[in-house]
Nanobody, 122 residues
Framework: QVQLVESGGGLVQAGGSLRLACAAS????????MGWFRQAPGKERGFVAA????????YYADSVKGRFTISRDNAKNTVYLQMNSLKPEDTAVYYC???????????????WGKGTLVTVSS
């Protein structure tokens, strides 16, 4: 089992920045590809960003490319999502997820956190 706990969500004005963190425990963190997904009110959960086990490969949804950056610190068992130039449409619950082995941009992750709410006001 892998336990994932997100933090860093909150209320921010449009154009502002937030940094989300996801702390993992339970298994060898560096064996897991990590991802961030989000679910806006009334919408399905969707892919935001993903990172390979080593951190050498990163992937982004078109809607966040150039504004968000995913990174990881395997020594701290933590993955981050730096979000800049935030827009009201970025408002959502953000979920951290883990998948053993190869990175995925689909919803087929093995472990999920409980999410952290990001609200962007206009």
């Amino acid at each position: 089992q892998v336990q994932l706990v997100e933090s860093g969500g909150g209320l921010v004005q449009a154009g502002g920045s937030l940094r989300l963190a996801c702390a993992a425990s339970g298994r060898t963190f560096s064996n897991y590809a990590m991802g961030w997904f989000r679910q806006a009110p009334g919408k399905e959960r969707g892919f935001v960003a993903a990172i390979s086990r080593s951190g050498g490969g990163t992937y982004y949804a078109d809607s966040v490319k150039g504004r968000f950056t995913i990174s990881r610190d395997n020594a701290k068992n933590t993955v981050y999502l730096q979000m800049n130039s935030l827009k009201p449409e970025d408002t959502a619950v953000y979920y951290c997820a883990a998948r053993l082995g190869v990175v995925s941009t689909n919803d087929d992750m093995e472990y999920w956190g409980k999410g952290t709410l990001v609200t962007v006001s206009s």
